[in-house]
């Protein structure tokens, strides 16, 4: 069975970091892009980022781009997101999904919550 | 950069047809692949339509997806309306300009 499930979700302070993490299993992981995208609450899908299947190339939302950092070890069939100076408005709840042409197949989310 | 606008919500009864648009604000609707994913409440979202107009195995083929050049938009319809297809319906498109996933703001679909 194709899975993702996200981890490392917590109440972080302003300013703050945190790393989420996303353990993919049931493909070959490290033939896939893969993408982060987060859901305010009482929002809709935002897109955050997505990194290709070697890690050589990242791409990033303008709202994070220079304060988060997507990575992946496929040794691990992992999935990465550094976030850093983390905001009110980075409150969410966080995917992972793997990309086929699209967004096939999504995780169940973990929240992070910016809060002093 | 553009952005993908959508009704906020639609209500239809059972049994009926609905459909939902997507309009694309700038840039050709025609230049790249739309899909629409749907989330029922407290749930991840699925894909039922992928490059316009394809069904992933296992939607029924109730579902269907379109692109309209003339208005720049793209739409779902889901025909023979069931309860279980209450949900949020999102919209999305990729902007190569500058490497960026986009999605629409959602629409809420009641079958009621």
């Known amino acids: 069975e194709v899975q993702l499930v996200e981890s490392g979700g917590v109440v972080v302070q302003p300013g703050g970091s945190l790393r989420l993490s996303c353990a993919a299993s049931?493909?070959?992981?490290?033939?896939?892009?893969m993408h982060w995208v987060r859901q305010a609450p009482g929002k809709g899908l935002e897109w955050v980022s997505l990194?290709?299947?070697?890690?050589?190339?990242?791409y990033y939302a303008d709202s994070v781009k220079g304060r988060f950092t997507i990575s992946r070890d496929n040794s691990k069939n992992s999935l990465y997101l550094q976030m850093n100076s983390l905001r009110a408005e980075d409150t969410a709840l966080y995917y992972c999904?793997?990309?086929?042409?699209?967004?096939?197949?999504w995780g169940k989310g973990t929240t992070v919550t910016v809060s002093s | 950069n553009f952005m993908l606008t959508q009704p906020h919500s639609v209500s239809e009864s059972p049994g009926k047809t609905v459909t939902i648009s997507c309009t694309r604000s700038?840039?050709?609707?025609?230049?790249?692949?739309v899909q629409w994913y749907q989330q029922r409440p407290g749930s991840s979202p699925t894909t039922v339509i992928y490059?316009?107009?394809?069904?992933p195995s296992g939607v029924p083929d109730r579902f269907s997806g379109s692109i309209d050049s003339s208005s720049n938009s793209a739409s779902l319809t889901i025909s023979g309306l069931k309860t279980e297809d209450e949900a949020d319906y999102y919209c999305?498109?990729?902007?190569?300009?500058?490497?960026?996933?986009?999605f629409g703001g959602g629409t809420k679909l009641t079958v009621l």
């Open positions: 999305q498109s990729y902007d190569s300009s500058n490497h960026a996933w986009v």
């Open positions: 490059e316009d107009n394809q069904r």
């Open positions: 999904a793997k990309d086929y042409y699209y967004m096939d197949v």
């Open positions: 700038s840039g050709s609707i025609a230049s790249n692949y």
């Open positions: 990194i290709s299947w070697d890690g050589g190339s990242t």
């Open positions: 049931g493909f070959t992981f490290d033939d896939y892009a």
